[in-house]
T-cell receptor, first 114, second 110 residues
């Protein structure tokens, strides 16, 4: 089973709202990722958690706040977003940092900021 | 800047033909290479991984890796209209970072 789940599938929020995206995997993977993808562009890495600790923050604005409550769950808290933050937000997981290192994506959350 | 380059396409092939997708990368230290398929509006789906020089076959898909020349390719045999999608090449140069190419759009013509 290589399933990563994400909720919600779609989210529309105003610039003053606070919302959260959720991601879950049950593959025993120890690394989890948040990506942002705009139309016709490749996924753009935002954050990496390895063994439940934040390993990489790609200089993401503080209006995006990640959280890893346990090894299976990853959240992305959203606050005071801008319209340009509208995108497909993808969660992914991999076994860890070594090899093999296949990374599997969830179905994504389509976010629209109004 | 570590880069992964792909021709954006579209690459158009007739149904039943072989589609050949190519990718070059700049970081010689990269050890892990992946091909993802992404349908419009959907998330990337992993279709192949390759770690050693040579060919790796899985069904209609063959991944080829040449580390000396820093390229990786994907062959799709007996292409079907359902293979029409954007194919993303990804390279893992470090511990947790995956660098994606911009993708090649493939159109299989019925």
């Amino acid at each position: 089973d290589t399933e990563v789940t994400q909720t919600p599938k779609h989210l529309v929020m105003g610039m003053t709202n606070k919302k959260s995206l959720k991601c879950e995997q049950h593959m025993g993977h120890r690394a989890m990722y948040w990506y942002k993808q705009k139309a016709k562009k490749p996924p753009e890495l935002m954050f990496v958690y390895s063994y439940e600790k934040l390993s990489i923050n790609e200089s993401v604005p503080s209006r995006f706040s990640p959280e890893c409550p346990n090894s299976s769950l990853l959240n992305l808290h959203l606050h005071a977003l801008q319209p340009e933050d509208s995108a497909l937000y993808l969660c992914a997981s991999s076994q860890g940092g070594g090899t093999p290192s296949e990374q599997y994506f969830g179905p994504g959350t389509r976010l629209t900021v109004t | 800047q570590k880069e992964v380059e792909q021709n954006s396409g579209p690459l158009s092939v007739p149904e039943g033909a072989i589609a050949s997708l190519n990718c070059t990368y700049s970081d010689r230290g990269s050890q892990s290479f992946f091909w993802y398929r992404q349908y419009s509006g959907k998330s990337p789906e992993l279709i192949m991984s390759i770690y050693s020089n040579g060919d790796k076959e899985d069904g209609r898909f063959t991944a080829q890796l040449n580390k000396a020349s820093q390229y990786v390719s994907l062959l799709i045999r007996d292409s079907q209209p359902s293979d029409s999608a954007t194919y993303l090449c990804a390279v893992k140069p470090g511990t947790y970072k995956y660098i994606f190419g911009t993708g090649t759009r493939l159109k299989v013509l019925a």
